[in-house]
């Protein structure tokens, strides 16, 4: 052992004094390229490879190095003794790096890499378009020559990707809105958003468990779906159509279903879009990982009428037709079209191109939800499914749901209730028609005085079934109406309406048809 650190010590004490010699015999320009040409013979020899990251690329910022920073920063949390912490703007959550001139190692796929992060005193302000930092940052990346192709193949590739799902997780997520109607921002942006702070989840969702486990396991399995859609040729896309009473749910499912998965969402506002066209910017300027919705869709707009009474154009191209005229005109709508007197020039087909046709897979990973409150009032061309994939009926308030908000509002779980008041309201629960919305109002206004807040709304709940029997709201030999019959009554009527319409549809294409051949 002493041997070794007596010739370490002579061979720095003979690097030592070649140095003072080249400084005193050579001058500066011959000592550089001595340098430089040292510097190369030992990369020649050495058996590692060095990539340089650099926080600033000209004047741009690079992406890789924050990605990289990014990345590091979920191995550093856990190992480094020394870390730096960010906080990102719309973030509520710390970040760990790795601090000055200090390095880690990582290992991708049994290689080991090493990190080093750089930071060096920047010497002279160059010229540039704007200040620089006065500090150079950068990583440098060491890694074994004979594992440079992996390496540049997919572990960059891997490192984007999960400082993206970092980001993702740490970034509050936003909600968008297309109120400003048809103007841009500044930086030509037709959505406003602002951090979406919803704190439902499928957790305080009050619904039947089972129905609720489908959803989130639906949404799962989308989401980690991109080679399934690949394999399968299907646009990574999903519809849900949510229907049922107001006050059910449908709204605070959607919040649910963006903090399940980590996504934003995107309220689109179809009364504020005046064309098909302004509809497909829209979609093109929304991201991927979102959830896009039209609440109401029954109300937004009249688009139940694909097929329009028409004189000499076919009805169903006659309203890409309008669209395309009123687009090319740049008019906000002139009145003329559907015939029905409506301004608003979108149109049935230009609603389903947005979700179905070419441009709704201009991004991925997108999940359209419709709500209504009147599913047999919607054009079953939207109902068909590939479009609606899952149809998810609300319902009123039955025995699961009442539970899970007796937990939510109150705290209280089954045996805290009682046996008997329990069997009392799953008895009376179904026939009083109550929504989750009218049980939480009750709940929450004696949310002090627990016991109060039982007893009110066993009351409630007898008093409303009564109303109900007595009223002959409800159908059945015992005046129960199931919730599989409303759904399957709701549904009926659709198809019903479905059938109806295409007959009709038939019929005026077939007169249009004797139409243009007479003429
Ligand atoms: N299923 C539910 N689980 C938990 N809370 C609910 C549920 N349904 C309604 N609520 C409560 O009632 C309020 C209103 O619900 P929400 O806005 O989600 O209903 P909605 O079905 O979207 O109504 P609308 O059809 O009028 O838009 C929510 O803030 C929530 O607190
Ligand atoms: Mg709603």
Same mark, same amino acid.
């Given at each position: 052992m002493k041997e070794y650190w007596t010739s370490l010590a002579s061979l720095l004490g003979v690097f030592a004094f070649c140095q003072s010699l080249m400084h005193s015999i050579f001058p500066p320009e011959l000592r550089f390229a001595f340098l430089k040409f040292f510097n190369r013979v030992f990369h020649l020899f050495s058996s590692y490879c060095y990539f340089d990251i650099t926080e600033i690329d000209g004047v741009n910022t690079n992406e890789l190095y924050n990605a990289v920073q990014l990345y590091l920063s979920s191995s550093v949390s856990i190992a480094g003794n020394r870390l730096s912490l960010t906080r990102a703007v719309n973030s509520s959550s710390i970040t760990f790096g790795l601090s000055n001139n200090d390095s880690i190692v990582d290992t991708f796929n049994g290689v080991t890499v090493l990190w080093e992060h750089v930071v060096t005193q920047r010497q002279t302000q160059t010229f540039a378009w704007r200040p620089l930092p006065e500090e150079k940052r950068g990583f440098t990346l060491r890694i074994k020559k004979k594992d440079k192709t992996l390496i540049l193949n997919s572990y960059l590739d891997y490192i984007m990707e999960r400082a993206n799902e970092i980001r993702r997780k740490n970034q509050d997520r936003l909600l968008y809105t297309n109120?400003? *109607? *048809?103007s841009l921002d500044s930086r030509g942006h037709p959505w406003e958003s602002v951090p979406f702070k919803h704190p439902s989840t499928f957790e305080t969702l009050a619904m039947d468990p089972l129905k609720k486990q489908q959803i989130m396991d639906d949404l799962k399995d989308f989401a980690n779906g991109q080679v399934f859609y690949q394999k399968t040729g299907r646009a990574w896309k999903r519809g849900y159509l949510l229907y049922g009473p107001p006050g059910t749910g449908k709204s605070s499912m959607i919040a649910a279903m963006a903090n399940y998965l980590g996504y934003d969402i995107y309220d689109l506002e179809l009364t504020e879009v005046h064309s098909n066209s302004e509809l497909r910017k829209l979609l093109m300027k929304t991201s991927s990982k979102s959830i896009i919705v039209i609440e109401d869709i029954d109300c937004s707009i009249n688009l139940t009428n694909r097929k329009k009474n028409s004189s000499n154009v076919s009805s169903l191209s006659r309203s890409y037709y309008e669209a395309e005229t009123r687009n090319g005109s740049g008019s906000g709508g002139s009145g003329e079209e559907g015939g029905n007197g409506n301004n608003n020039t979108i149109t049935l087909s230009g609603l389903l191109n947005f979700t179905d046709g070419l441009w709704s897979c201009c991004g991925s990973e997108r999940i359209f939800v419709f709500t209504t409150n009147h599913i047999e009032k919607l054009d079953p061309a939207l109902l068909r499914s590939g479009r609606m994939d899952m149809r998810i009926y609300m319902s009123f308030c039955n025995f699961p749901s009442l539970k899970i908000l007796l937990k939510n509002y109150l705290g209280y779980e089954e045996e805290d209730v009682g046996e008997d008041l329990l069997k009392e309201m799953e008895r009376v629960v179904d026939k009083a028609e109550m929504t989750p919305a009218d049980v939480s109002e009750a709940l929450i206004k004696n949310r002090r005085d627990k016991e109060k807040a039982i007893r009110d709304l066993l009351e409630d709940l007898k008093s409303r079934g009564e109303r109900n029997v007595k009223d002959g709201k409800l159908r059945g030999g015992n005046g129960n109406l199931t919730e599989l019959e409303v759904v399957e009554e709701q549904e009926k009527r659709a198809i019903d309406s479905q059938n109806g319409r295409d007959e009709k549809d038939h019929d005026e294409e077939e007169i249009e048809l004797e139409d243009n051949i007479c003429r």
């Open positions: 109120s400003r *109607g *048809g």
